[in-house]
């Protein structure tokens, strides 16, 4: 199994411009989350999805939208970029049943210009 | 939504001492969750408590929850260069879909 993955792993993007950060886990879990770190400001949750066809918002998620079409798949997308969008970018899925523990992909390092 | 306050933030700890870092909040905890992130690294899940005064050992890691499940810490005994890295707390709510994470404590471990 991949785990979690995600990409791209890094991307400069110009403020106004658009983009999708992909996710996809091969574990048939049904939980998906997209999480951004911020130095000083641990994880923070932006969106989550309890299936496919199903997403909720988080903590922060003004500026970014997600769709869930497949159990596979969480890509969050910027419709318009902003530089307090420059961040690490974290996706993360888990089992329904289960400890809670969450699998985490290797992060996207996103800067906005 | 919960929050969990992380103390300290930052700590130089001397290879082969102990130290404890620890996790706190104002309200009762369904649950806790520890993650450990190296540097350069993604979140790694170490653990998760749910009982009033739960203790789990892992190897050199001891995990505790407090009897009032409003705090939690995590001791490290004879620290290896290996334990580097930012040790997260963290509780789910909504159902456990929501995972609200602390600010993390930063260990750098000094040979």
């Known amino acids: 199994n991949a785990g979690v993955t995600q990409t791209p792993k890094f991307q400069v993007l110009k403020t106004g411009q658009s983009m999708t950060l992909q996710c996809a886990q091969d574990?048939?879990?049904?939980?998906m989350s997209w999480y951004r770190q911020d130095p000083g400001m641990g994880l923070r949750l932006i969106h989550y999805s309890v299936g496919a066809g199903i997403t909720d918002q988080g903590e922060v998620p003004n500026g970014y939208n997600v769709s869930r079409s497949t159990t596979e798949d969480f890509p969050l997308r910027l419709l318009s970029a902003a530089p307090s969008q420059t961040s690490v970018y974290f996706c993360?899925?888990?089992?329904?049943?289960?400890?809670?523990?969450?699998?985490f992909g290797p992060g996207t390092r996103l800067t906005v210009l | 939504g919960q929050q969990v306050m992380q103390i300290p933030q930052y700590q130089h700890v001397q290879e082969g001492e102990d130290f404890t870092t620890y996790c706190n909040s104002s309200?009762?905890?369904?649950?806790i969750q520890w993650y450990k992130q190296r540097p350069g690294g993604h979140p790694v899940f170490l653990i998760q408590?749910?009982?009033?005064?739960e203790v789990k050992k892992q190897k050199r890691l001891t995990f505790q929850f407090g009897e009032a499940k409003k705090n939690s810490s995590l001791h490290i005994t004879a620290t290896q260069t290996t334990d580097v890295g930012t040790y997260f707390c963290a509780t789910a709510s909504g159902g456990n879909n929501r995972l609200a994470f602390g600010k993390g404590n930063q260990v750098v471990v000094i040979p």
């Open positions: 408590l749910v009982k009033s005064g």
């Open positions: 309200t009762t905890l369904s649950n």
């Open positions: 993360a899925s888990r089992p329904r049943a289960g400890p809670n523990e969450q699998f």
């Open positions: 574990m048939n879990h049904e939980y």
